[in-house]
């Protein structure tokens, strides 16, 4: 006690000279130094916990004044990539005024946050890291101003205290799951088998189900020793907590369980050198102390080493009758019970400053007696006041000790979480706060120890209905020193009005969502024209950025830079917008790249916003255009049908007639050189119907498996010969073959080319590059997709004006003074007709460049083309069915010149008549010239039918001035062995019988 009075003396006088000379304490006013503590998981996980917490003690024990910043990133639950840009947005806001001094960054993911982040967020701020798992340099590649403590497991450290407290063991079983994480540990502590081979015997228990690995645990002996890796997971899936797999471990074995982790020390197991919360926050504060006091970072080593603590549990050392003394030094023993002065120790010093100050309290009690009377009875009547005013308050009045528990409660709190008083006073305030809010109520206790020492909260509370939204008023009670107290918190539930923003904020985000998303262009503004929203398709379509775009008068200026055009624009929508839902005609829009879209307004209003949908029509126009264009042309099909056949049967009997008079008579003659003019006018003739013939409905070309390549440069080199254009081709080395008519194509080739040598009079090149396409669908081109051969005819010529160039392909649509306006909108009907598409590009000045897509073939066989020339003869019956008697009288004599019999019908009764005569008589006929349209009688296709019935080897040759009908083109199909399409010289009648006959 002597000594305890001398004790107490000395303090006295300190006491008293530290009162009387406050400048000993407060004589140099520091600076505070704002810490910024990044953790990368949650409140409650133990391991970056005890960091946190160790660090947080030797900062407070330190003389430097400091404010430190926590911040709980929550990634062990959350993926970091989805936090991580969240996260940096929320920390520019919230320290976007604050300068730290030191930021300490626990375990892998802040790390990884801070080297991504730091010069953005914290620009030249030392950084201190720990728990930092696998480390290597390149994690803080470039880094500056940055250092810090590792964390690695002593898988050796732990095997070296077994020898040290078990040194007779010599069977250790290992214990590992099939996770990754389980396998990759194992194979860490399979590298130290080899060092302990003389020592122990090792017996992995590796992947095991849980029921078996559970029986052998029970067959383990005493004397044996157990290192625990991790069992989170068996081999069928079944996963277990680390605490299921800790008591499972220690429930079913009898000896000494060892592990590397001090999260694991419990629930009965021993120990071992395990990587510890507190060394690292240890040796992280030793940094941060030695960073606050002026030396630079960059010159403090990184710690490779992790600081590892060897940590024993006392319950198991008593368990297995370990004795302390075999303990490492240093060793931390957890759940030592304590010595009876150790666990009272604060009971007899309270007792014994009680029993001096006594004497001082009893004297001071009997002068005051009478006061305190006094004082009791008034302050009795305002606890009465109070106590009516707590108990009849709605409010929720609170009050709990700065460590968090409750000293009081209202009724109305009571009654909200569903505890009495008395079960509440004394238990955890923190248990009742939503998990995801308890990090802000730290934060918002922490700030009640800086002036007003008053805050407001609003968080979410456990009760018997679930959680509800409390708004709480909090103010600090401070005590004689200006320690705190108390902390007296009223609030009121707010969780309608929570749900009610809630549902606000989702319906507004569900409504920015649909426009942003939106296909179509949208834009909201309010009654003044800003602009609110501008959704992604906006920006897309017309290329103005949301910065470009604050208000309607930026779009008005934009889009419509034509002054009295934009002025007609504003003057309707102004007219039209207070209507409700207002549809504006079309416009055109200027982009920002200088092109123009066909735009047409919609515009509705939702309270005091306009939603502006801006339907971009420009490629519906396009396809308008394109279908109008395709209607004209076929419109006049209908005229050309009814001309054709009458002409070409004209035109037969005429080339007929001159073929026969040109091949019997000398080359030599005078007059054969006037019968081939005759024949040549006949042929241009043919050639003029044909283009009238392509514009025919229904009509498809005679099609024939080639090459156009060939076909290209014969019509580009005839039609070029000694004129003063230049000419190239670029063709692929094995172009796609196509089906297709060779005339109609030869006449496409040929306007092209005839074009191009009419735009350059004084001289040019055309180059004709073709290639293998592929065509995705894309419009305004109306064909579907697929292989196509694209050609190009592009001329370095004068060029088409853009008011022409719209209309070249429109049916006797011409800018030449000779020229009669079906030369392009044949070829347009052609390929049309072929599944294929032709379209030009020009500019004055510049050339034209004509394209073609060529439905194609990718099969690239060889295709016989079989070329005859003169007159083959034969012998035989032909039997003629046609109804012009010119036409029967001219293919009769071409016939009798090449040696055949003939006989004519009219009419397909009277020639089925005739072929079934023929055949009885033994005499019939081996083929048939069907001209397939005879008017007011049966055409050849019905009368084949019925000759199929006579005769199913019928040899039948269809024959038409109407080349585009379908059965021409698909002749096969429909039974014909040949075609023949009149006019027709006597050539092709010879070549054509020879080839059906001897087939």
Not at 26 to 47: D, E, Q, R, V
Not at 608 to 631: A, F, G, S
Not at 885 to 910: H, N, P, R
Not at 983 to 990: F, G, M, N, R, W
Request: hydrophobic share 40%.
């Amino acid at each position: 006690m002597g000594i305890f009075m001398k004790n107490f003396f000395c303090l006295s006088v300190l006491a008293g000279i530290l009162f009387y000379y406050p400048g000993v304490l407060y004589s140099h006013s520091k600076p505070i130094k704002k810490i910024l503590f990044l953790n990368s998981y949650h409140p409650g996980k133990a391991f970056s916990d005890n960091i946190f917490d160790e660090v947080k003690k030797i900062l407070a024990a330190s003389d430097i004044k400091h404010e430190l910043f926590v911040e709980y990133m929550d990634t062990k639950r959350y993926h970091s990539a989805y936090l991580f840009p969240i996260l940096k947005e929320t920390y520019i806001l919230k320290y976007k005024d604050y300068r730290f001094d030191l930021i300490l960054a626990s375990d892998n993911n802040a790390l990884d946050f801070i080297v991504k982040n730091r010069n953005e967020l914290f620009p030249g701020v030392p950084v201190v890291f720990s728990g930092i798992n696998n480390f290597k340099k390149s994690m803080i590649d470039r880094q500056k101003n940055i250092t810090g403590v590792i964390e690695a497991v002593d898988m050796k450290g732990t095997l070296d205290l077994i020898l040290h407290l078990q040194p007779m063991v010599k069977d250790v079983y290992v214990v590992a799951d099939v996770t990754e994480t389980g396998q990759l540990l194992l194979d860490e502590l399979r590298q130290f088998y080899p060092h302990y081979a003389n020592a122990f015997n090792f017996i992995e228990l590796n992947s095991l189900p849980l029921n078996e690995l559970m029986t052998k645990l029970k067959e383990i002996p005493k004397h044996a020793a157990l290192f625990y890796l991790p069992y989170f997971r068996d081999p069928s899936g079944i996963a277990l907590s680390m605490e299921d797999g800790l008591r499972m471990i220690t429930t079913n074995c009898a000896c000494p369980i060892y592990t590397c982790w001090e999260e694991e020390v419990q629930y009965g197991v021993l120990g071992g050198v395990v990587t510890s919360g507190k060394g690292q926050g240890e040796a992280m504060a030793e940094m941060a102390l030695k960073i606050l006091n002026r030396t630079p970072a960059d010159n403090i080593p990184i710690r490779l080493e992790s600081p590892n603590l060897t940590i024993v549990d006392y319950g198991a050392l008593v368990k297995f009758a370990i004795p302390f003394m075999l303990l490492p030094k240093g060793s931390v023993i957890l759940n030592e019970p304590e010595s009876f002065f150790y666990e009272n120790r604060n009971i007899l010093i309270v007792a014994g400053v009680f029993f001096i100050l006594q004497l001082v309290i009893i004297i001071l009690l009997i002068i005051n007696v009478f006061r305190r009377r006094i004082a009791e009875g008034i302050a009795h009547e305002n606890e009465e006041k109070y106590r009516f005013l707590i108990e009849n308050s709605s409010d929720l009045i609170v009050r709990f000790h700065p460590d968090g528990y409750f000293q009081f409660v209202s009724p109305s709190f009571s009654e909200l979480v569903g505890y009495s008083e008395e079960e509440l006073l004394h238990t955890q305030y923190m248990p009742f706060v939503h998990p995801d809010d308890r990090a802000i109520t730290r934060k918002m206790l922490d700030s009640l120890n800086r002036s007003p020492f008053s805050s407001y909260i609003e968080h979410r509370i456990l009760t018997p209905q679930g959680w509800k939204w409390i708004a709480w008023s909090n103010k600090a009670a401070r005590g004689a020193k200006d320690e705190i107290i108390a902390v007296v918190s009223a609030g009121h539930d707010i969780t309608d009005r929570m749900d009610a923003e809630r549902k606000i904020r989702e319906n507004e985000e569900r409504f920015r969502l649909m426009i942003e998303e939106s296909p179509i262009p949208i834009v909201v503004t309010n009654t003044q024209n800003t602009i609110l929203i501008l959704n992604n398709c906006f920006i897309e379509t017309f290329g103005y950025s949301r910065e470009e775009m604050k208000t309607l008068d930026n779009w008005w200026m934009s889009a419509y830079p034509d002054e009295n055009y934009r002025k007609d624009i504003i003057e309707m929508w102004n007219s039209q917008r207070g209507e409700g839902e207002v549809r504006l005609h079309e416009s055109r829009a200027m982009c920002k790249d200088g092109s123009q879209r066909e735009v047409e307004y919609l515009i509705t209003s939702v309270g005091l916003w306009y939603l502006i949908y801006l339907y971009d029509v420009t490629e519906k126009k396009k396809m308008e255009m394109e279908i109008n264009k395709i209607q004209r042309i076929e419109s006049i099909g209908i005229l050309a049908g009814g001309i054709a056949h009458d002409f070409n049967n004209l035109l037969t009997a005429i080339l007929g007639n001159v073929s026969i008079c040109r091949s019997t008579v000398q080359g030599d003659d005078e007059i054969y050189e006037y019968l081939g003019e005759a024949e040549t006018a006949c042929l241009k003739a043919r050639e003029l119907t044909r283009q009238l013939l392509t514009f025919s409905k229904g009509g498809d070309p005679v099609k024939k498996t080639g090459s156009v390549a060939e076909l290209i440069k014969e019509s580009v080199t005839f039609l070029l010969r000694g004129s003063k254009v230049r000419y190239s081709f670029d063709f692929p080395e094995s172009p796609w073959l196509a089906n297709f008519d060779e005339g109609q194509m030869s006449q496409v080739f040929s306007n092209l080319i005839i074009n191009a040598r009419e735009a350059m009079p004084e001289g040019g090149k055309l180059s004709v590059i073709m290639e293998n396409f592929h065509f995705n669908g894309v419009p305004p081109i109306p064909i579907k997709p697929g292989t196509y051969i694209k050609i190009m005819f592009q001329d370095n010529g004068k060029g088409i004006p853009k008011s022409d160039l719209k209309r070249i392909f429109d049916p006797y649509y011409t800018t030449k003074p000779m020229g009669h306006g079906l030369g392009l909108a044949s070829v347009f009907s052609i390929l049309s007709k072929h599944e294929g598409y032709i379209y030009a590009e020009s500019e004055l000045g510049q050339g034209t460049v004509f394209s073609i897509l060529l439905p194609a073939l990718e099969d690239n066989g060889m295709v016989d083309i079989i070329k005859k020339t003169g007159l083959i003869l034969g012998k035989g019956k032909i039997l003629l069915l046609d109804d012009d008697e010119q036409v029967q009288k001219t293919v009769d004599s071409m016939l009798k010149i090449l040696g055949y019999d003939v006989q004519c019908a009219g009419d397909g009764d009277q020639a089925i008549e005739m072929y079934k005569n023929a055949a009885e008589t033994g005499n019939p006929f081996i083929a048939v010239l069907l001209d397939l349209t005879i008017p007011g009688g049966k055409g050849g296709l019905d009368t084949l039918k019925i000759l199929k019935e006579i005769d199913p080897k019928v040899k039948a040759i269809v024959v038409s001035g109407y080349s585009n009908d379908p059965v021409m083109a698909n002749y096969k199909k429909h039974g014909f062995c040949g075609v023949l399409e009149k006019p027709y010289k006597i050539e092709a009648i010879s070549e054509m019988l020879y080839e059906v006959i001897n087939s």
